[in-house]
DNA sequence: TATTGCCATTCCATAATACGGACCGCACTT
DNA sequence: AAGTGCGGTCCGTATTATGGAATGGCAATA
């Protein structure tokens, strides 16, 4: 399972810093992870992950992304890279712009939204007015983000309109937990002995990618952010970029999502941040208590815990 | 449900005879495929499939899919199905459904459409207007088809509103080349030896889930195709359900799409047929043209200024 | 209560598979 | 002409996936 993660990263740093596009967003946000492999299954680890990346890259790029270029953010070899996107293109998901020969979503990936749209997670559709609320409220952009195994995952985003706008996260992206307001929010919900597993698991991901965040000063964020009763994210992924986040308890599946807001420092401050935790612990509340109602509407009636499907509707 | 028809263990084939209809659509047409491998990445390949087999079978099934149906549809042993699955789950694409165990398609497969549905493919976009104008004149449901591979798949479905409807064919559905009237269209466009090429690659899956249709068959209605100008498929894959296609040449791509109607013989036969094919074959032209018109739009200029997603729906 | 089947899950020896460093040829720049 | 960065390919190696068989659990059946 090593990898010499220590020799290539730092060069692909410097090169960064200096070439520094404007829509770097996910330069320093996104990374490959190889974690939670359990049993065997790490090329299909690496070729999904490597298609959400091509998803988010090529959201900025609309010409499509080249494979020097997801090589290099995923920090993986293009030998391998281009494996997988060849395997990803003859199946339909990824496309092949032709006199570019660069790479973007094709249509089985969104094929496979619609097919997975057709029932949208009650989660997203019921957290949904409160992230309008919110960022109405707040004119700041606002996110619900949710658990993935180590990882969290931006699902929503609702601008704000305010004179502020906040790049630093978009739906799609994908963090090790603990890294951004959101994932922070749900890291430390977990229990301690998950907490510490989720900082082993992502040990080596997290000093490749984010070196300022050791276990330790994760360790310590957490436990602000069990004291403070909300996270706070003065600026650890992005600098400038602040932002507070709230969880939220998913009835059955435990405190899995979190609402967050992203700004600057300013207007996360002082009296605006305790109002803005207030409005936003409301909300999550409202949505955890209708996820709860229609768990029951779902779960009573005739069915059993084993609901069998006796109807054939077509 | 249907479930008699698969307490057969292995032999798919026999049910097929039996069961087949509307709602087993999937029974029918679906199964994987490792073909056109190339250079290393089945297990990619096997992944995805399932994983598109999974969106498939889900959507007719709203309490989601066991993995016993999933095993048996696809053709693969249990444990490797187990394997992939949780795989897909640990990363989101998949989800299991807690008290019962089932799966059904993921979160992030829902994000991965949203991305790719950003810039959708012109080929759909300017294929819909067609779509829907042949299925309120035809009064039977219309389908869009597009090359994947030595498969095809359903890309779009519009509903005529006669009083017959087909089941036989949903969008996402794949199927290997030559195998529903819009995949015989396209199979029957290629060249010679590409269809060869295809025979051969797809022989292993003709032979365990379409035995009727053997290579001489399939060579016999490619032909016929060719001679005819347009697709008929009698009631080859399901029994009963016709339907005619024409080929759609897509610029810069070739004849990878086809637009077809499905219905039932009586409605596809003589004059009826003829008027059809002839309002499909304009159909098919129109959106070569517009597409032809919309590759020069981009081509030319400095394409709008890479458009940073302003607006958020929801 | 005992039985039977179905289903998900785990195991493990084997062999097939993915891996990635090195290399190639091309197009465009200096 | 030399340089640079790109996408793509090769190929020996060892890591990886594989799937048949066995296990355990759950329900409906006898």
């Not at 946000?29 to 090529?58: K, W, Y």
């Not at 009763?229 to 939220?248: F, T």
């Not at 405190?255 to 612990?281: N, Y």
Request: hydrophobic share 40%; charged share 25%; glycine share 8%.
């Amino acid at each position: 399972m090593r990898e010499d993660a220590t020799s290539d990263p730092l060069e692909t740093v410097r090169d960064r810093g200096q070439i520094t596009r404007r829509s770097a967003t996910w330069n320093i946000v996104h990374a490959m992870d190889e974690s939670a492999a359990g049993s065997g299954a790490q090329s299909i680890h690496r070729a999904l992950t490597l298609l959400n990346l091509l998803g988010v890259m090529a959201r900025d790029r609309p010409d499509g992304v080249t494979l020097a270029d997801l090589a290099h953010v995923s920090g993986r070899p293009k030998a391998s890279v281009h494996r997988v996107l060849n395997a990803l293109v003859q199946l339909g998901y990824a496309e092949r712009i032709e006199p570019s020969g660069r790479y973007r979503l094709g249509l089985q990936s969104q094929i496979l939204g619609e097919l997975a749209g057709e029932r949208t997670d009650p989660l997203l559709r019921l957290a949904s007015p409160s992230l309008v609320r919110i960022a109405e409220l707040s004119e700041d952009t606002t996110f619900l983000t949710v658990r993935q195994g180590s990882f969290s995952l931006c699902a929503r985003r609702e601008e704000g309109f305010g004179e502020i706008r906040n790049n630093a996260l978009a739906v799609g992206d994908r963090h090790p937990l603990g890294v951004g307001a959101g994932s922070l929010a749900i890291l430390a919900a977990l229990e301690d002995a998950e907490v510490e597993h989720v900082i082993e698991v992502n040990g080596e991901i997290m000093s490749r990618r984010y070196p300022r965040i050791s276990a330790d000063v994760l360790r310590g964020i957490v436990d602000r952010t069990r004291r403070d009763g909300y996270a706070l994210n003065e600026g650890l992924v992005a600098p400038g970029s602040w932002a507070v986040a709230v969880i939220i308890n998913v009835p059955g599946r435990g405190p899995t999502a979190a609402l967050s807001v992203a700004s600057i420092e300013p207007r996360l401050s002082g009296a605006r941040r305790d109002e803005l935790v207030a409005v936003m612990k409301k909300e999550a509340s409202v949505i955890e208590a209708s996820l709860a109602n229609q768990q029951h509407d779902e779960g009573a009636g005739p069915v059993s815990p084993r609901a069998q499907a006796p109807r054939r509707t077509s």
